[in-house]
Structures are given as C-alpha cells and as structure tokens.
C-alpha cells in the first residue's frame, strides 16, 4: 500500500476549476489527504476525507472519493493565481504513517 | 500559537559528515514524525517519536536516528552523509489520540556537497 499516483502537471486559467487526480493502492487506508506546498515552504493541510465519506467541500475544495476504483481528486472552484503550489495526495495507513503522491504541479494563468 | 518549529532552515555538509536537525511540535502535540523530500518528490516518511521512543520507522538505514525529549521536541540525526541525503526534512507533528492530523514545519534543508 505504498503506491501514491498522481499527475506531473495541470495549468488552467484563473476563474476556471482544476481537477487534481490521485489514485492509491491500500483500501485499508483510514484517512486520505490533499496538502500544498508552495515554492521553498512546507507542507499546508488542505483538506481530508474519511474512507467511508465519497465527497467532502469546504469553500472553493471539493474532495470526491471513489475507494472501489481508489481514486481521490481535489476540485478547486474559481482557481486563483495564488491557488499555483504543488498538491500532494496522501494516504494514512496504520494510524501513523503518511504515504505521498510525487505531487501535481499547479500552473493558474491570467 | 506556534506551529511546528525546524532549525536550522539551511544547512551545508560534505560527504561522512554528520548533522542534528531540530524540531518543535504544535504547542499542545505529543507525536513527532520526520519526512525526506527528495526534489521534485514527495515526502518520504523516516519515523515516528511518542512517548520519547520511536514508535514507527521507515525504509531508512541505521545512519538515521532520531531523540525526542521529555517537553515532545524531537532531533533527526544523520551519520556519514551521502550526496543522496540532500533534501528538504520536514518535521510534523500530531496528537496520538488523533494521528490523522499531520501539521508540518517548514523543513531544514540539507545540502551535502
């Protein structure tokens, strides 16, 4: 259950919504995250969603959860030029270990 | 309330020597995880100090070893530096009753030359 896929790249234009992707491979995961992390800083907690939810929003996020195919994506409405960071999609697994996507880099353009 | 605190923010080794890198959790946070972040990779879990003992630990060799002390501070050591140890370390802290919360500092990056 280590396996944490995610896209390299997305650019959109600002006033649009992203949809970032994410696929994990331990349905036995408890917790799933989206974190940010903007250039030279570390890690912001986004938002999370509990394996037995399929949706959670919160503001302009909107995280869907697919556990049969173990997929997550993050929906950010209205994407601002301030939302461009890298995502990363996380799995909790045995309560206190934190596995990690490679990161999807968000591009917004004007 | 301060968040999760890294010393240093920057540091420069050579290759066989060793470095401390040091943390402070959220105020009120007894869980002390370390993460590697290769770059242009995600974090890479290296262990988890509770209780002042280290509870989990990932795929890192024995070069790496951590404390944590008794006011939940927590030191990663690493001995013999390699040209691969160069990252970003980042530390996070959470509460053991509720480990699905990780907050991050904002790591101490390490070059080794």
């Known amino acids: 259950g280590e396996d944490v896929e995610q896209s390299l790249f997305l650019s959109v234009r600002e006033g649009d919504s992203s949809v970032i992707n994410c696929t994990y491979t331990d349905s036995s995961s408890t917790y799933l995250y989206w974190y940010k992390q903007e250039p030279g800083a570390g890690l912001q907690l986004l938002t999370y969603i509990f394996s037995n939810m399929d949706m959670k929003q919160d503001q302009r996020l909107t995280v869907l959860l697919n556990k049969k195919d173990k997929h997550l994506s993050l929906r950010i409405a209205d994407t601002q030029t301030g939302d461009s960071a890298i995502y990363f999609c996380?799995?909790?697994?045995?309560?206190?270990?934190?596995?990690f996507g490679s990161g999807t880099k968000l591009n917004v353009k004007p | 309330d301060a968040g999760v605190t890294q010393s240093p923010t920057h540091l420069i080794k050579t290759r066989g020597q060793q470095v401390t890198l040091r943390c402070s959790p959220k105020?009120?946070?007894?869980?002390v995880s370390w993460y590697q972040q290769a770059l242009g990779q995600g974090p890479q879990f290296i262990f988890q100090?509770?209780?002042?003992?280290?509870?989990q630990r990932g795929n890192f060799p024995d070069r790496f070893s951590g404390h944590q002390f008794p006011n939940y501070s927590s030191e990663l050591n690493v001995n013999a530096l390699l040209l691969g140890d160069s990252a970003l370390y980042l530390c996070?802290?959470?509460?053991?009753?509720?480990?699905?919360?990780?907050?991050f500092g904002e790591g101490s990056r390490l070059t080794v030359l």
């Open positions: 105020s009120g946070h007894d869980t």
């Open positions: 100090y509770y209780e002042e003992e280290e509870r």
């Open positions: 996070a802290s959470s509460l053991a009753v509720n480990t699905g919360e990780l907050f």
């Open positions: 996380a799995e909790l697994m045995n309560f206190n270990k934190f596995y």
